[in-house]
């Protein structure tokens, strides 16, 4: 990875008040655009914002100080909870229990070995009963005979952690979900802890587990605090984990694997409803969401956002590579327009 001076992002003006009653709410800039046979047939709107090396806000789009809910970008907070609780993970144990993994086999593999390592089976999973998070792994999964099951759906490393951190301390397993558990109290005085915010709303996440708000700036924050953590701490345990391991993190075919592979020191974890987190090695950071939740966007923003961070890799042309076919070829692409 090489850095220049970064570029700024430009400024994109708010809409104004409506002219009598309450004030019109800005409307999101355009982050990226859906370019077909040359025509802009879509665009994605939503929010950005980049911190610089010393945390402060260097640039940003949209209303980044509003709560959003991080989705799976809130996994190394809730790895990092499970270690608080006394729990000994480390190496690809620790990156899956922050993962979103892929269903590949060695993903699957692993988690039915903790499962048993913890004196735990697939039925104390609270996961929903899904199939394969990667296309290709589905498909397979499919062909073979199987179904949907709780050890398939890409957050089962998750599950697995948080159950094993409650058997150990005796908790109670049945609702180690419930937001009143001692587990998820822990997670959420870790969010607090790393963010620096306070959290305005809980939901319930897609795998069941409780969801906690973030500010974008807050998501950012969370993650710089992780990469810059001091050695031993459990923060650092768990971006130690998923930087050296980031295949378990997600996938071969996933672009937080690519990316974590081809910058040494990066962070990066992306979550459902479109948002992405990602921390560089030097404690820049960055943080973003399409309000729509198109994932396809993620890449072409993620890539125009590190290339005016001063990032240069080949991984960056990767990323942004979202072609749209037609008739089985390329006839136009979804390309980031900031």
């Known amino acids: 990875m090489t850095s ?29 655009e859906v370019v077909r046979s040359g025509f802009v047939e879509g665009r994605h709107r939503g929010s950005l914002v980049v911190l610089a090396a010393d945390g402060s806000v260097e640039s940003a789009l949209g209303d980044v100080a509003a709560p959003v809910f991080p989705r799976s970008t809130n996994k190394p907070m809730q790895a990092a909870a499970v270690l608080r609780a006394g729990l000994e993970l480390s190496g690809e144990r620790l990156a ?5 993994h892929s269903g590949e086999s060695f993903h699957l593999d692993l988690v039915r070995t903790m499962l048993a390592e913890h004196g735990l089976t697939p039925d104390h999973l ?11 792994e589905a498909e397979s999964y499919l062909a073979s005979g199987r179904v949907r099951d709780r050890l398939a759906m890409n957050c089962s490393g998750k599950h697995t952690a948080m159950l094993a951190a ?3 301390n005796g908790w109670p397993l049945a609702s180690y979900l419930d937001q009143d558990h001692p587990l998820q109290q822990l997670v959420a005085e870790g969010v607090r802890a790393a963010s620096g915010e306070e959290v305005a709303h809980v939901g319930t996440d897609g795998c069941g587990a409780p969801l906690l ?18 050695p031993g701490t459990p923060e650092r345990r768990v971006a130690d984990a998923m930087r050296a391991h980031p295949e378990y993190v997600a996938g071969t075919r996933r672009p937080d694997t690519w990316l974590m592979q081809a910058l040494p020191g990066t962070l990066s974890k992306m979550g459902a409803e479109a948002v992405q987190a990602v921390a560089l090695p030097d404690g820049r950071a960055l943080a973003f969401k399409i309000d729509d939740g198109a994932t396809r966007t993620l890449g072409p923003i993620l890539a125009r956002l590190l290339r005016r ?10 990323l942004e590579d979202a072609p749209l076919l037609g008739g089985g070829v390329r006839v136009g692409e979804i390309r980031a327009a900031f």
């Open 4 to 32: 220049s001076s970064p570029t700024p992002i430009p400024e994109q003006a708010p809409a104004p008040e409506a002219s009598a009653g309450a004030p019109v709410p800005p409307v999101p800039p355009v982050l990226a």
């Open 96 to 100: 899956l229990a922050a993962a979103s």
């Open 126 to 136: 609270q996961t929903p009963p899904d199939l394969p998070l990667d296309p290709e």
């Open 166 to 168: 409650a058997a150990r």
């Open 213 to 230: 708000s973030l500010s974008l700036t807050g998501l950012a924050r969370a993650f710089r605090h992780f990469v810059l953590a001091d």
């Open 309 to 318: 961070m001063g990032v240069d890799s080949p991984v960056l042309a990767r």
